[in-house]
């Protein structure tokens, strides 16, 4: 390892105890950044990646709830705001069970350099709970929702920090947010992105993840003459990032032939079809069943408690969480072939997988450039809420591609090596700093 950045680290670590994914994304991005600095002294001088690695403000609170049975619960609430140099906070909301503070500080920081890159005037964020929605029914997401909302309203605003959703919260939980936000505040008012179409939300946010990811794909692949038509694509996940994910490949002409959730993984080597989607759409949002159920009704294989990266593709959307590819899953990939590596999820590769992916010389889209659509797409809404006007599909999916695109060129400016190569993990993290490094110098010691 580089002295400088293993100097930079031990000072991260021994701040930072136990958090090991906040370490390992500060890391990835610090491999990047400490050279570029070191050419750039400016950045040097006013510590700039010491103050980006601090959050601005971390929130923490409790929040109790009574359950069906008229017991009372109580989870763990955060809300990280890390940065906000370029606009209001901005990062979603996560509910699930391993929800820590190391986590959503690693989402934060991700977040920051994400958001930069959009080109929209959005800082980091990122929050949530250690609440796991499985298994609740709707009446207690909903007082969950407006326990959690009623600490976290003072906090937030549309000037001041814009929460969106993230895992365990979808639709249905930013409803429930929103509701009580208004009830306690009194305003209609963009606090949140995510909502419903009918109260504010935008057209194509909830796909825009999904369509982002693979719009980066199409990308990269095209700096090699190629594209996604006729592709097999391995996706993992089937919530909201897989499932537009999947959407999508279809639409550009590519097949896909797993989806996954925390029990295993769907192998359908027929290609998961409009029709198909439809129907994994259905269980996963409406009846909130498990994907194996999809294996029994259109007699495919199911494979308990694996990951999909053993199956043979040219194209992998890694849609479900963290850490869910390793190095001997990369190597798998690499020899069955994969070309083109587009993480719709965040950190969903570990340091050794991205080592592998490097040494290959493959298309490898990184989360912060290449799931960057969704915060994109929030980014328009808050602009549809300010101006209280709505805009149609085709101009907003219009804007997404050409963010992607934006992003996609970002990262080639920023990261295209000697031999040609375009690393893209270099070029997203010097390309998402460099706005809101140069912002902070401006706006001095804060
Ligand atoms: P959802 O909650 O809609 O879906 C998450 C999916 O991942 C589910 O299939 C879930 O399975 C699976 N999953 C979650 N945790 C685990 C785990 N520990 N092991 C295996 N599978 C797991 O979330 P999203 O689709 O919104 O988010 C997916 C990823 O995309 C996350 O990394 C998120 O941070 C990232 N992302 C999301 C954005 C958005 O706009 N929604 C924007 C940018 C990034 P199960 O149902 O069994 O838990």
Redesign the pocket.
């Known amino acids: 390892m580089d002295p400088k950045v293993e100097q930079f680290m031990s000072g991260i670590k021994a701040k930072n105890p136990a958090q090991p994914e906040f370490h390992q994304a500060v890391h990835e991005v610090a491999e990047s950044l400490v050279p570029f600095i070191e050419e750039n002294p400016k950045y040097k001088h006013a510590k700039v990646l010491e103050r980006i690695a601090e959050p601005e403000r971390v929130i923490i609170f409790r929040v109790p709830w009574i359950d069906d049975m008229g017991e009372i619960q109580i989870n763990r609430g955060f809300r990280v705001e890390m940065n906000s140099a370029i606009g209001p906070y901005k990062g979603?909301l996560?509910f699930?069970p391993?929800v820590n503070l190391g986590i959503l500080k690693f989402?934060a920081f991700e977040q920051v350099l994400k958001n930069s890159l959009t080109t929209l005037p959005m800082g980091g964020g990122k929050g949530g709970s250690d609440f796991d929605p499985?298994g609740k029914t709707d009446n207690e997401v909903m007082h969950f929702c407006q326990s959690f909302m009623t600490e976290l309203s003072r906090h937030i605003g549309p000037e001041t920090d814009v929460p969106?959703?993230?895992?365990?919260v979808?639709g249905r939980e930013i409803g429930f947010l929103f509701g009580q936000y208004k009830r306690i505040r009194n305003e209609f008012t963009g606090v949140l992105t995510g909502k419903a179409i009918e109260w504010g939300g935008s057209l194509i946010r909830p796909e825009?993840?999904g369509y982002g990811a693979v719009y980066f794909a199409e990308e990269m692949l095209q700096t090699k003459g190629d594209s996604l038509k006729g592709k097999t694509c391995i996706v993992s996940?089937?919530?909201?990032?897989?499932q537009y994910t999947t959407e999508k490949i279809n639409e550009f002409g590519g097949k896909v032939v797993t989806l996954?959730?925390?029990?295993g993984f769907i192998y359908d080597p027929k290609g998961i079809d409009a029709e198909r989607l439809a129907w994994a759409m259905e269980l996963?949002n409406i009846r909130r069943g498990?994907?194996s159920e999809y294996a029994e009704k259109f007699g495919c294989e199911y494979h308990e408690g694996e990951r999909p990266w053993g199956i043979k593709g040219d194209a992998a959307f890694p849609?479900?969480?963290?850490n869910?590819i390793n190095e001997e899953d990369a190597r798998k990939l690499i020899v069955n072939g994969c070309k083109v590596i587009s993480e719709?999820?965040?950190m969903?590769s570990t340091p050794g997988a991205i080592e592998v992916y490097m040494e290959s010389k493959i298309l490898y889209g990184p989360?912060k450039a290449a799931?960057a659509g969704?915060?994109a797409v929030s980014g328009l809404e808050m602009t549809q809420n300010s101006m209280r006007l709505p805009w149609t599909r085709e101009e907003v999916d219009a804007r997404l591609q050409t963010i992607m695109k934006s992003i996609h060129e970002t990262c080639v400016k920023f990261g295209t090596e000697k031999d040609g190569y375009i690393n893209y993990v270099k070029g997203a993290n010097i390309g998402g700093f460099v706005k809101v490094a140069d912002s902070m110098l401006a706006q001095g010691a804060v």
Not at 237 to 242: K, L, M, Q, R, T
Not at 260 to 263: A, I, K, L, Q, T
Not at 319 to 322: R, V
């Open positions: 979603g996560r699930h391993t989402l499985k969106a959703g993230d895992i365990g979808g825009a993840t996940g089937s919530g909201n990032v897989a996954s959730d925390s029990g996963k498990r994907i849609s479900a969480t963290e869910e719709g999820a965040n969903p989360g799931n969704g915060v």
